[in-house]
């Protein structure tokens, strides 16, 4: 499973991927660690599903449900939706490609996940986390909202890291 390709769209989605693994190489007791992985930030929702189809490889693409819509995920069958996220899948014996999309764009879905498991997140505005985690330096105050949520129990959390776990472990 070496060099297992996660295509992501920005550096919040780089921070909930890294903090994803880093609890699934805990929950494996280190049989699944970050050299496993292969994450690879792209710009925008049209590079990152790009990439996904020209792998040659099966993989992992994570995008925002944005206003402006891809039409390259028409290539992709829905094959459902759970939580706050949404799944589409394309594959055939020797390849399986999912994307994975939150819904609605990831700032958003950390700030609702976080008040739902009750972190305290009145220092920063929704337009000010978005603000930041568009940045390549993202404040300390965003990565611990990041890694209380991947690591806390809200259910969008649990839900993406047991998605995430079962594609990787499968694949």
């Known amino acids: 499973m070496k ?9 919040l989605d780089e921070s909930i991927i890294n903090q994803t693994v880093d609890l699934i190489a805990k929950q494996s007791k280190y049989q699944i ?8 930030r792209a710009k925008g929702i049209n590079a990152v599903l790009n990439r996904v189809i020209k792998i040659d490889k099966s993989c992992i693409g994570i995008i925002d ?8 995920i028409d290539k992709f069958q829905h094959c459902g939706s759970l939580g706050n996220l949404n799944f ?6 020797n390849t399986h490609k999912f994307v994975i999309v939150f819904v609605p764009a990831s700032e958003k879905w950390i700030i609702d996940s ?22 390549h330096i993202m404040i300390e105050e965003i990565q611990n909202i990041v890694k209380k949520v991947i690591f806390g129990e ?4 649990v839900i993406f890291r047991r998605i995430i776990f079962g594609i990787i472990k499968r694949y």
Do not use: W
């Not at 660690?33 to 690879?40: G, L, P």
């Not at 449900?65 to 390259?72: E, G, T, Y």
């Not at 589409?88 to 014996?93: P, R």
């Open 88 to 93: 589409y899948y394309s594959g055939n014996h």
């Open 3 to 11: 060099n297992f390709p996660i295509f992501i769209e920005g550096y």
């Open 33 to 40: 660690t970050r050299k496993d992985f292969f994450i690879d």
């Open 154 to 157: 809200a259910r969008n959390a």
């Open 114 to 135: 976080a008040n739902t498991i009750g972190i305290d997140n009145t220092t920063t505005t929704l337009k000010e986390f978005t603000k930041f985690s568009k940045s």
């Open 65 to 72: 449900d944005d206003k402006v819509k891809s039409n390259i």
